[in-house]
């Protein structure tokens, strides 16, 4: 299987749906905002991108299975390939004119990442990577930092839009990496997160209550680029285990344990 052609194909298939969303950011109005859940927006826009991006990508792979945010029904998950897609990430930034907002799409073979997108639509910034062939940012190689001190590390995260049952760790937790370091931000969009991280932009993400489509991509970005990976657990159950740390490989070990201290899973 040729995998440059196929990550070449899925580079153009996240920049036309990037291209439809930047299209149409002036033309919606709160009428076509849908509410899928508290703070869980989506419009017209995600949909027809995700629509965009499957009818790009059906025909790369025969008979691979996709998993899909706006899709009710994921169609054929269970095969040996699929794709992994979220149409635009960061829909609330986007719909208050705010950056970033993205396009990620991963392919998965069975059960590891072996081919990650994501497209920062705004900042036309097209990170991507295949597995064992290193990351890179519109042709450019890239590499996570090579801060080796927390003190001096700048952290990235995001808080659930409706699932609010780990708050008080969270807050805790939040308060520490204040006192402790450069400072943390909150951007709105996972998958420029860890693009973000994957070019030493950050130096470490973290994150909970998140779905396969929001880190897939990103965190072969992230390891492709020298950093490590795992759920708050030090484990390998990040896609969908709905949790995940990523950070340089400096820092990650010392990350991950603060990180245990106050958010890992009983």
Same mark, same amino acid.
């Given at each position: 299987?040729?995998?440059?052609?196929?990550?070449?194909?899925?580079?153009?298939?996240?920049?036309?749906a $990037? @291209?439809?969303?930047? =299209?149409?950011?002036?033309?919606?109005?709160?009428?076509? &905002?849908?509410?899928?859940?508290?703070?869980?927006?989506?419009?017209?826009?995600?949909?027809?991108?995700e629509?965009m991006? &499957?009818? @790009?990508?059906?025909?790369?792979?025969?008979?691979a299975?996709? &998993?899909?945010e706006e899709s009710h029904?994921?169609?054929?998950?269970s095969?040996?390939?699929?794709?992994?897609?979220?149409? %635009?990430?960061? +829909?609330t930034n986007?719909?208050? $004119?705010?950056?970033?907002?993205?396009?990620?799409?991963? %392919?998965?073979?069975?059960?590891?990442?072996?081919?990650?997108?994501?497209?920062?639509? @705004?900042n036309?910034e097209?990170f991507?990577?295949?597995?064992?062939?290193?990351s890179?940012?519109? $042709?450019?190689?890239?590499?996570?930092?090579?801060?080796?001190?927390?003190s001096e590390?700048?952290?990235?995260?995001?808080?659930?839009?409706?699932?609010f049952?780990?708050?008080?760790?969270?807050?805790?937790?939040?308060?520490?990496?204040?006192?402790? =370091?450069?400072?943390?931000?909150?951007?709105?969009?996972?998958?420029?997160?860890?693009?973000?991280?994957?070019?030493?932009?950050?130096?470490?993400?973290?994150e909970y209550?998140?779905?396969?489509?929001?880190?897939a991509? $990103?965190?072969?970005?992230? +390891?492709?680029?020298?950093?490590?990976?795992s759920?708050?657990?030090?484990?390998?159950?990040?896609v969908?285990?709905?949790?995940?740390?990523?950070a340089?490989?400096?820092?990650?070990?010392? +990350?991950?344990?603060?990180?245990?201290?106050?958010?890992?899973?009983?």
């Amino acid at each position: 299987m040729n995998f440059d052609s196929i990550l070449s194909q899925t580079i153009d298939a996240a920049k036309q749906a $990037g @291209s439809f969303i930047r =299209s149409e950011i002036n033309k919606f109005s709160k009428s076509d &905002i849908e509410i899928k859940g508290k703070n869980d927006l989506v419009s017209y826009v995600d949909k027809t991108s995700e629509k965009m991006i &499957i009818a @790009s990508l059906i025909d790369v792979i025969p008979n691979a299975g996709f &998993i899909a945010e706006e899709s009710h029904n994921s169609i054929n998950e269970s095969l040996e390939y699929k794709w992994i897609i979220d149409p %635009l990430d960061g +829909t609330t930034n986007y719909l208050h $004119g705010l950056s970033p907002y993205s396009v990620s799409i991963a %392919l998965m073979h069975n059960d590891e990442v072996i081919l990650g997108v994501v497209y920062e639509v @705004s900042n036309d910034e097209c990170f991507y990577a295949t597995k064992a062939k290193g990351s890179f940012l519109n $042709g450019e190689k890239i590499t996570c930092s090579t801060n080796s001190k927390i003190s001096e590390s700048l952290f990235v995260t995001g808080f659930p839009v409706s699932r609010f049952y780990r708050n008080k760790e969270s807050f805790e937790l939040l308060d520490y990496i204040i006192k402790n =370091s450069h400072g943390i931000r909150r951007l709105g969009s996972a998958a420029a997160d860890l693009a973000y991280v994957a070019c030493g932009r950050f130096d470490c993400f973290y994150e909970y209550d998140l779905k396969s489509w929001d880190v897939a991509a $990103g965190s072969l970005i992230v +390891t492709e680029a020298g950093g490590k990976v795992s759920d708050f657990n030090g484990e390998d159950n990040y896609v969908f285990g709905k949790e995940i740390v990523a950070a340089n490989s400096l820092i990650f070990v010392k +990350t991950l344990q603060i990180i245990e201290k106050f958010m890992r899973s009983k």
